[in-house]
């Protein structure tokens, strides 16, 4: 068959796509919109390297910090001094800065057009929208600056973030002293790079089954969708072979149309995606915001894109027509099919395991996973589903018959095209069985990503680290009068925090002096009698991995003579201060519930400690809300930021998971947000394309006789039975999967059926939400009009 028969063929069919009239346009055009969907989705799976790129390259240039292994760099006129003030409003990371430049020649930061003046401030967007609305009044007090201007787009990751530049003229004499507060000479100049351990086997893994489990659906929905108005297109293509076309010409013509609808829809995905790209700026998921410019998609992953939908819509038209015969005075598939083959759609899922199980047993501790059998066989194990699911509505279906008439209409319907209802119902059995099984992974890993706090939160709710030096009332009891005075704090504990050692300089032992009043001491240990001018000794962990043990306590002992903040190697000289310890040095334990278990050492009163070093102690104030009192912690936020700008006021968990493992979460959330979204609209261009097909038939019924209330019940049917028996399969597929899954990361097979239904329910939620919104053309279908022909 020569390559210009098949062109001939395949424009033939193109031409018949378009010039078929009313319904040859309606035809290409849903099928056009059907295959844009997915188009759009894979565009966008195409630009997400440039959207990591660009926000990487962003957040490079505006990096304003420098590894402790560079020299430091001197006073100059071209120096700023930047101090890192971040905190949070309502969950959301709001970025701060504060600056002090050194000379007219200081750097600007990006975005902006010339540093901030005395009490001025330059924000974002997004925080100056947020500062003008009522939800913004406590972070108004929080940042005590007049807004000067708007920080540009090259200076944000995204234009929803929270951020902003401050002047200061107080922070200079930091530098050196504290890690948030650096001299630098220009933007994104970052030093020595650090070196990247990349991510454990076991995080790759989930990231190659997260690409896996998002594009299957979109493939299956493309398939899907070429195929649109097939009944119609076989009795066409009958009337072609009435006029002399063979078997071989009919099928290429039959490729042709697909192909038509298969360009069409590239142009209407392009079209989607653009849409979305200019939409994309506005949208804000799980704390993420990207620019419309970030999203362009790489040219050559886009060409793939832009020649593998045609490739795919002709390939799955022809197999298609494998099983129907085209004769010229009609289509055999009118009649009852032959029964699917069960052997040949059971090996796919079997090869797919067959493909992972050389993989069990490696986690994180044995190399990387083969990214090619990774893939491959959780493809093979989705592509399952979508074989065994004809199979399974097929002989079920034909085994269905007594009921009322809704019920009969839609199991004949069901027994006459199952193949049909299965199709529709492919793509949201793959999402929801790949969907399974990484909840399945996730769960099962979590521990592994996952740390104790050693924090317990019904004893506190909320940390204040103070570091700032010089500040008297850090270490005074103003700090602890003043969180107990402020709206939502129902206690506060503060106390003041340091090192001491035997020796000035680079000292072998080190160990932590803790100062507080008596009250205060007692939330980290069990005191006996206790009065101010007390000190006392808690020792170490001895237990190997616990602690630093006998050598701390070596520094425990009355009447040694001690410094308070010594100087380390590398570090600055501090103003270390010499000091004797008490006489008497009672030792104590820690409480079980300790408020700071990592707290070990000297436990001193306020008259017994050393009175020089005070004012340069860290402190520490934990804080038990009021829950009774809205927005709590941002009335305790601002307090903190009034003592000291460079506080750190966080809340308390009790567990604490890896950033790697959270930022891959919220990926796989995104991604499923957007093939939901896929799912939900292409379910229902594909219902109204059957509807649609129906139409005659529906009116003829209806003209007969037939209620409407039957009929519509009869359509909810026939999605149901194909629906219950695709998530039913998912879930069998999705635990198969899940479990092998758990097995190569190491971690005991478990689950959580909880996950399961939750999955299984929003696959559920999704089809009936589309067979709701079809109602209302299924009744205007109904209407005797129908019945009208040409």
Same mark, same amino acid.
């Given at each position: 068959m020569s390559a210009r028969t098949w062109a001939r063929d395949l424009s033939l069919g193109a031409r018949f796509a378009v010039t078929g009239g009313r319904e040859g346009w309606v035809r290409t055009v849903l099928t056009a919109v059907g295959v844009g969907l997915g188009v759009a989705l894979l565009l966008l799976t195409t630009a997400l390297p440039s959207v990591i790129g660009k926000r990487h390259d962003r957040d490079d240039a505006r990096t304003d910090f420098t590894f402790s292994s560079r020299k430091d760099i001197p006073r100059g006129e071209d120096t700023l001094v930047s101090a890192h003030v971040d905190t949070s409003y309502h969950d959301e990371e709001v970025r701060g800065r504060l600056l002090q430049p050194e000379g007219p020649e200081a750097p600007v930061p990006p975005g902006l057009r010339s540093l901030p003046k005395q009490g001025e401030m330059y924000v974002s967007p997004g925080l100056k929208k947020l500062l003008a609305s009522k939800d913004g009044a406590l972070l108004r007090e929080r940042l005590p600056y007049r807004t000067a201007g708007t920080i540009g787009d090259s200076g944000l990751m995204g234009p929803r973030e929270l951020a902003y530049y401050a002047y200061s003229d107080d922070i200079a004499r930091h530098v050196g002293s504290d890690s948030r507060v650096a001299r630098i000479k220009q933007y994104g100049d970052?030093?020595?790079?650090?070196?990247? !351990?990349? /991510?454990?086997?076991?995080? +790759?893994? %989930?990231?190659?089954?997260?690409?896996?489990? $998002? *594009?299957?659906?979109?493939? @299956?929905?493309?398939?899907?969708?070429?195929?649109?108005?097939?009944?119609?297109?076989?009795?066409?293509?009958?009337?072609?072979?009435?006029?002399?076309?063979?078997g071989g010409?009919?099928?290429?013509?039959?490729?042709? !149309?697909? /192909?038509?609808?298969?360009? +069409?829809? %590239?142009?209407?995905?392009?079209?989607?995606? $653009? *849409?979305?790209?200019?939409? @994309?700026?506005?949208?804000?998921?799980f704390g993420i915001s990207v620019f419309p410019s970030y999203l362009t998609p790489s040219p050559l992953l886009a060409l793939l894109v832009a020649l593998a939908v045609p490739a795919a819509a002709v390939l799955v038209t022809l197999f298609a027509l494998r099983g129907v015969v085209i004769e010229p005075l009609g289509v055999v598939r009118t009649a009852r099919p032959a029964r699917r083959r069960l052997w040949w759609r059971l090996l796919l899922p079997v090869a797919g395991l067959a493909m992972l199980s050389p993989m069990i047993g490696k986690g994180n501790e044995n190399g990387d996973f083969n990214e090619y059998l990774v893939v491959g066989g959780v493809l093979l194990l989705l592509v399952g589903v979508t074989a065994l699911l004809p199979w399974i509505v097929e002989t079920v279906v034909g085994r269905l018959d007594s009921g009322g008439v809704a019920w009969q209409l839609a199991v004949r319907r069901l027994q006459l095209s199952s193949g049909t209802a299965a199709r529709m119902v492919n793509g949201i059995a793959v999402a929801v069985a790949g969907a399974i099984a990484l909840q399945m992974l996730f769960t099962g890993v979590q521990d592994d990503f996952t740390q104790d706090t050693g924090r317990e939160p019904s004893r506190a709710q909320m940390e204040v680290d103070m570091t700032a030096p010089g500040k008297a009332d850090l270490v005074a009891g103003k700090v602890e009068e003043r969180f107990q005075r402020t709206k939502g704090v129902a206690a506060a504990v503060a106390l003041s925090v340091d090192s001491v050692s035997e020796r000035r300089k680079d000292p072998e032992l080190s160990s932590d002096i803790t100062v507080g009043t008596c009250a205060s001491l007692r939330e980290i240990a069990d005191l006996p009698s206790c009065h101010d001018g007390d000190a006392f000794a808690l020792p170490a962990p001895s237990d190997p991995g616990q602690g630093p043990g006998d050598e701390v306590d070596q520094l425990l002992k009355p009447g040694l003579q001690l410094y308070v903040d010594p100087s380390f190697s590398g570090s600055p000289k501090g103003a270390e201060v010499a000091w004797k310890v008490p006489d008497r040095l009672p030792v104590v334990k820690q409480r079980h519930d300790a408020l700071q278990n990592e707290i070990w050492g000297l436990l001193v009163t306020p008259s017994a400690a050393p009175a020089a070093a005070l004012p340069q102690m860290s402190g520490r104030v934990y804080v038990r809300l009021d829950h009774a009192v809205p927005d709590a912690t941002e009335h305790v936020r601002n307090t903190a930021a009034a003592l000291d700008p460079f506080s750190d006021a966080w809340t308390w968990v009790s567990e604490k998971t890896s950033d790697q493992y959270e930022a891959i979460r919220t990926g796989l959330f995104i991604g499923a947000t957007c093939v939901l979204a896929l799912i939900g609209a292409s379910l229902l261009v594909s219902q109204l394309e059957q509807l649609r097909e129906r139409k005659r038939l529906l009116s003829a019924l209806v003209a007969f006789g037939t209620r409407r209330r039957t009929l519509s019940l009869s359509v909810l049917w026939q999605s149901a039975i194909p629906i219950a028996l695709g998530l039913v399969l998912a879930s069998v597929v999705g635990l198969t999967l899940g479990a092998v899954l758990q097995k190569m990361s190491?971690?005991?097979?478990?689950?959580?059926w909880g996950s399961v239904l939750s999955m299984t329910g929003v696959g559920a939620a999704v089809v009936l939400t589309v067979t709701v919104l079809s109602l209302p053309a299924l009744l205007r279908l109904m209407r005797p009009e129908g019945l009208r022909t040409e």
């Open positions: 970052v030093g020595e790079a650090q070196d990247d !351990e990349g /991510l454990p086997p076991v995080l +790759l893994l %989930l990231i190659l089954v997260i690409f896996v489990v $998002l *594009l299957m659906p979109v493939a @299956v929905f493309i398939a899907a969708a070429v195929r649109f108005g097939g009944e119609r297109r076989d009795r066409r293509l009958a009337a072609l072979r009435l006029v002399g076309s063979d010409m009919t099928r290429r013509i039959a490729a042709g !149309e697909a /192909l038509a609808g298969s360009v +069409l829809g %590239l142009v209407f995905g392009t079209g989607f995606f $653009l *849409l979305g790209r200019e939409l @994309v700026g506005s949208v804000d998921l190491q971690v005991p097979v478990q689950i959580y």
